[in-house]
Nanobody, 124 residues
Framework: QVQPVESGGGLVQAGGSLRLSCAAS????????MAWFRQTPGKEREFVGCISRVGGFTYYADSVKGRFTISRDNAKNTVYLQMTSLKPEDTAVYYCAATIAAYSGSTPNSYDYWGQGTQVTVSS
């Protein structure tokens, strides 16, 4: 079992950058596939990207490709979401999720463990 805990959210101007962190307890991030999702009120949770347990391969939603980067620090047992060139439409609650599967998909039900979320607000 792994318990993700997100941090790093906040208010940023459009065009700015922000880095979210996801610290894991109970299991190492290197032994889990970790993902980021986001959600705005009234909408379904949206896949942002993930890093696979095997090989550390990263995958991104088209909406964030080239702007967001997921990385993993095994020594700190933490996964990061580096967000650049932020847009107002990136405003959402961002969630970190985990699964023990070697690779996983882009749907919320592909992940078994979830953090509590952190708010990111991008002002225009």
């Amino acid at each position: 079992q792994v318990q993700p805990v997100e941090s790093g959210g906040g208010l940023v101007q459009a065009g700015g950058s922000l880095r979210l962190s996801c610290a894991a307890s109970g299991r190492t991030v290197s032994s889990s596939t970790m993902a980021w999702f986001r959600q705005t009120p009234g909408k379904e949770r949206e896949f942002v990207g993930c890093i696979s347990r095997v090989g550390g391969f990263t995958y991104y939603a088209d909406s964030v490709k080239g702007r967001f980067t997921i990385s993993r620090d095994n020594a700190k047992n933490t996964v990061y979401l580096q967000m650049t060139s932020l847009k107002p439409e990136d405003t959402a609650v961002y969630y970190c999720a985990a699964t023990i599967a070697a690779y996983s998909g882009s749907t919320p039900n592909s992940y078994d463990y979830w953090g509590q979320g952190t708010q990111v607000t991008v002002s225009s």
